[in-house]
């Protein structure tokens, strides 16, 4: 029932993961390093370096047990209600974290606060909410491990801490210091006032040791897997716009189904135009599509990315929007390729009607980096450079990459899973081969391009110029929280084309 060791990072998140740990950023003499080492990596070097300000002792965020990527098998009649008490219980961290914020004045005049007023009552709702979870799933005859209830306490993490799913990483003694979570960086909220004097940043992030020189990072992307004989080839590219016509919402069909608001951040939408949080497959067929081919009706989505330069969106008093601390001017991508590719090792079957994937993790930086799969770079630097936890400094003339593969390895089964993960899986990175039980599908990748303000690390710690993804508050808008969604569906025949125009070789569009 723990994390799915099947899934492997596709080889881009991996090097790029491992790569960063050797970073030393020049510009303010800033220093950073990336604590989210992988498994197979030495945990035992001591990092140090110029952060941000903040008080050493404050904390910055809260770290809560992801409870989803532990139900890995909730009945499908249970579903439903599980997936409700889910979205609550996410309510209920972004609710603790809120107040965590604007409470700053009461932290430091009570010690004590912190434990009292926030985290204590937060076990407490949490601890009602998964007993809620467990008599779903028992009520139609489920079984629930003992350990579920262990999952309703939370940690805090304070400025040189980090946690993961709820550990502390003290690997050799090394200060976790992941440039994210110092509250000071000029626009942290004080007594519930927002100071906005860092381009309009709500006070949970991004700080100045989340961006990187792109120009000073040295390469760090791998080779692809050699072609083996049965090896498929082709590519099948869909045109389906950017998001022009501003197609939003914080709601997320996937995982939390008939929940407003239930990803606490707001999407761009291409492709499938209607998609909200209580569409249906069937609502889906009757969707419409932004696509150019008009058999393609799959559903595309992503986190916006917002440029904190004090604009006021139109949503700075809405869920998802400033009252979920997601503040700025939605940025629309400048290009939005969306393509098909195969595998190195073996034909690809069509995928199935109403086939749901989730890439990456919205809650990687207090889950860890187990189902982390960001990418971020620069036009001219993408065959060079990817970053996993940093968001990208690009030169002048180079503007911002966000690219994502999704898993491509399929049980040939399920459309979903209850943690929407098992029922996919990663191809191993250095054969290309799918898991045993696994077929290889179509593999979905995407890379949006956007033009934002060069950002400028200050002095004083401050960034000029922030550029953030929307996320879950007390994620801190971390750019290794970064992911994409997808719900294939298609009309005339289209899955099989696209599988079979890559199994044989050819570039169609």
Same mark, same amino acid.
């Given at each position: 029932?723990?994390?799915?060791?099947?899934?492997?990072?596709?080889?881009?998140?991996?090097?790029?993961?491992?790569?960063?740990?050797?970073?030393?950023?020049?510009g303010?003499?800033?220093?950073?390093?990336?604590?989210?080492?992988?498994?197979?990596?030495?945990?035992?070097?001591?990092?140090?370096?110029?952060?941000?300000k903040?008080?050493?002792?404050?904390?910055?965020?809260?770290?809560?047990? *992801?409870?989803?990527?532990?139900?890995t098998?909730?009945?499908?009649?249970?579903?439903?209600?599980?997936?409700?008490?889910?979205?609550?219980?996410?309510?209920?961290?972004?609710?603790?974290?809120?107040?965590?914020?604007? !409470?700053?004045? #009461?932290?430091?005049?009570?010690?004590?606060?912190?434990?009292?007023? &926030?985290?204590?009552?937060?076990?407490?709702?949490?601890?009602? !909410?998964?007993? %809620?979870?467990?008599?779903?799933?028992?009520?139609?005859?489920?079984?629930?491990?003992?350990?579920?209830?262990?999952?309703?306490?939370?940690?805090?993490?304070?400025?040189?801490?980090?946690?993961?799913?709820?550990?502390?990483?003290?690997n050799?003694?090394?200060?976790?210091?992941n440039g994210?979570?110092?509250?000071?960086n000029?626009?942290?909220?004080?007594?519930?006032?927002?100071?906005?004097?860092?381009?309009?940043?709500?006070?949970?992030?991004?700080?100045?040791?989340?961006?990187?020189?792109?120009?000073?990072?040295?390469?760090?992307?791998?080779?692809?897997?050699?072609?083996?004989?049965?090896?498929?080839?082709?590519?099948?590219?869909?045109?389906?716009?950017?998001?022009?016509?501003?197609?939003?919402?914080?709601?997320?069909?996937?995982?939390?189904?008939?929940?407003?608001?239930?990803?606490?951040?707001?999407?761009?939408?291409?492709?499938?135009?209607?998609?909200?949080?209580?569409?249906?497959?069937?609502?889906?067929?009757?969707?419409?599509?932004?696509?150019q081919?008009?058999?393609?009706?799959?559903?595309?989505?992503?986190p916006? &990315?917002?440029?904190?330069?004090?604009?006021?969106?139109? *949503?700075?008093?809405?869920?998802?929007?400033?009252?979920?601390?997601?503040?700025?001017?939605?940025?629309?991508?400048?290009?939005?390729?969306?393509?098909?590719?195969?595998?190195?090792?073996?034909?690809?079957?069509?995928?199935?009607?109403?086939?749901?994937?989730?890439?990456?993790?919205?809650?990687?930086?207090?889950?860890?980096?187990?189902?982390?799969?960001?990418?971020?770079?620069?036009?001219?630097?993408?065959?060079?450079?990817?970053?996993?936890?940093?968001?990208?400094?690009?030169p002048?003339?180079?503007?911002?990459?966000?690219?994502?593969?999704?898993?491509?390895?399929?049980?040939?089964?399920?459309?979903?899973?209850?943690?929407?993960?098992?029922?996919?899986?990663? #191809?191993? +990175?250095?054969?290309?081969?799918?898991?045993?039980?696994?077929?290889? &599908?179509?593999?979905?990748?995407? %890379?949006?391009?956007?033009?934002?303000p060069? +950002?400028?690390?200050?002095?004083?710690?401050?960034?000029?110029?922030?550029?953030?993804?929307?996320?879950? +508050?007390?994620?801190?808008?971390?750019?290794?929280? *970064?992911?994409? *969604?997808? &719900?294939?569906?298609?009309?005339?025949?289209?899955?099989?084309?696209?599988?079979?125009?890559?199994?044989?070789?050819?570039?169609?569009?």
């Amino acid at each position: 029932m723990g994390r799915n060791t099947r899934k492997r990072r596709t080889p881009l998140a991996t090097k790029a993961i491992a790569a960063s740990a050797a970073l030393a950023l020049g510009g303010g003499g800033l220093i950073w390093a990336n604590f989210y080492a992988s498994a197979h990596e030495s945990n035992n070097q001591t990092w140090g370096g110029n952060q941000t300000k903040a008080a050493t002792a404050q904390v910055a965020t809260i770290s809560c047990p *992801d409870v989803q990527q532990k139900l890995t098998n909730v009945p499908w009649r249970a579903r439903q209600g599980v997936a409700t008490e889910l979205a609550n219980l996410d309510k209920q961290i972004t609710e603790a974290y809120t107040r965590l914020a604007s !409470t700053r004045d #009461a932290q430091s005049k009570d010690p004590s606060f912190v434990q009292n007023a &926030i985290v204590g009552p937060l076990k407490d709702k949490r601890a009602a !909410t998964i007993d %809620r979870i467990r008599i779903d799933i028992q009520r139609v005859g489920g079984s629930v491990n003992g350990w579920l209830s262990q999952l309703a306490a939370c940690t805090t993490q304070t400025a040189n801490q980090t946690t993961a799913g709820g550990q502390q990483q003290n690997n050799g003694g090394q200060q976790q210091n992941n440039g994210g979570q110092q509250q000071n960086n000029g626009g942290q909220q004080q007594g519930g006032q927002q100071q906005g004097n860092n381009g309009g940043q709500g006070g949970d992030g991004p700080a100045a040791a989340d961006f990187v020189d792109i120009t000073k990072v040295a390469p760090n992307v791998q080779g692809k897997p050699q072609n083996q004989q049965n090896a498929s080839t082709g590519t099948f590219i869909t045109r389906c716009g950017v998001n022009a016509n501003q197609n939003h919402n914080s709601d997320n069909v996937i995982v939390a189904p008939g929940v407003t608001n239930g990803a606490h951040h707001v999407h761009d939408y291409v492709g499938n135009q209607k998609v909200n949080a209580f569409s249906s497959n069937q609502t889906f067929l009757q969707g419409g599509t932004s696509c150019q081919n008009r058999n393609d009706l799959s559903a595309y989505y992503w986190p916006v &990315i917002r440029e904190q330069d004090g604009t006021q969106e139109k *949503d700075a008093n809405a869920d998802g929007g400033g009252k979920d601390l997601n503040v700025g001017k939605i940025l629309v991508a400048q290009q939005a390729q969306i393509k098909y590719v195969g595998s190195p090792a073996s034909k690809v079957v069509a995928m199935p009607q109403f086939l749901r994937i989730i890439t990456g993790d919205a809650k990687a930086f207090v889950n860890g980096p187990g189902n982390a799969n960001a990418h971020w770079s620069c036009t001219g630097f993408e065959n060079k450079v990817q970053l996993t936890d940093k968001y990208p400094i690009c030169p002048q003339g180079s503007q911002v990459v966000r690219s994502f593969a999704f898993q491509s390895c399929w049980d040939g089964v399920n459309i979903d899973s209850a943690n929407h993960r098992t029922h996919v899986a990663f #191809a191993d +990175p250095a054969s290309g081969v799918c898991p045993n039980g696994f077929k290889a &599908i179509p593999q979905l990748t995407m %890379r949006l391009v956007y033009n934002v303000p060069q +950002p400028v690390v200050q002095a004083d710690g401050t960034v000029k110029n922030a550029y953030a993804v929307d996320g879950f +508050p007390e994620e801190l808008h971390k750019p290794i929280t *970064d992911h994409d *969604d997808f &719900i294939s569906v298609t009309t005339g025949g289209l899955a099989n084309k696209i599988a079979n125009c890559i199994n044989s070789g050819r570039r169609c569009a």
